[in-house]
Structures are given as C-alpha cells and as structure tokens.
Nanobody, 132 residues
Framework: QVQLVESGGGSVQAGGSLRLSCAAS????????VGWFREAPGKRRERVAN????????YYGDSVKGRFTISQDNADNTVYLQMYNLTPEDTATYYC?????????????????????????WGRGTQVTVSS
C-alpha cells in the first residue's frame, strides 16, 4: 500500500520561501512519477510540478515556473518542492501525488496534466499560507 506524507507547510510573508517534503512508503521514488497539486478555496485544483525521477524530468505549471523546484532524495525516498518568492496567490493546500504505474517521463507528464489528473495515490495535504 502506497502512503504519501507531506510536511513543511506553514505561514510565510510574501517574498519568502518554503520547502515541502513528500515522504513515501510502499513506493520507490528512485524510478517513479510523483508531483504536487494545490487547491485553494474557490479555485480549481492546479498542477504545480511533477517529475519522473528515473530520468530526472521535471515539469512545472506556468504559474510557478522559475520560482519552484521539484527534486528527489533517493536515499530518504522523499520528494521536495522548494518554493521561492512566494506570493499570496500561492496560498493553498498542497498535495503530493504519485502515478505508481508510470515508467516514463511522457507517461508521467500526461498523467499529471490530465483533467482530472490520472493519479491514484495522494497524500493528505499540507497548508501553505502567504501573507502580503
């Protein structure tokens, strides 16, 4: 059974930074498809970033390109989302998700951009609040 546990959320002022973590059990991130979505009240769920770790192929949503970086630590089986230059528009609950039956970067990309996302394993989320 796959379990994804997010951590690292919190409150920060605009312009600040946070790093979110997603730790997995039951699934190896060393050659896997994992990413982040976010949901804010009254807004649609938004894909933030995802990566196929086997080829180190990251993909980013347009609203976070150049500010967020997704990376993995295979030793800890953890994926990170480093967020810089945060704005109040980044306020949301951030969810880690995985497509455990994806074995390529193209599969990983398509599964995460699908509407609704074609991913079946989700964490419970971590709240990020950015104040102006």
């Amino acid at each position: 059974q796959v379990q994804l546990v997010e951590s690292g959320g919190g409150s920060v002022q605009a312009g600040g930074s946070l790093r979110l973590s997603c730790a997995a059990s039951g699934y190896s991130f060393s050659n896997g498809c994992v990413g982040w979505f976010r949901e804010a009240p009254g807004k649609r769920r938004e894909r933030v970033a995802n990566i196929f770790t086997g080829s180190d192929s990251p993909y980013y949503g347009d609203s976070v390109k150049g500010r967020f970086t997704i990376s993995q630590d295979n030793a800890d089986n953890t994926v990170y989302l480093q967020m810089y230059n945060l704005t109040p528009e980044d306020t949301a609950t951030y969810y880690c998700a995985a497509a455990t039956d994806c074995y390529s970067g193209s599969c990983c990309y398509l599964r995460f951009i699908a509407e609704p996302p074609d991913v079946h394993d989700w964490g419970r989320g971590t709240q990020v609040t950015v104040s102006s």
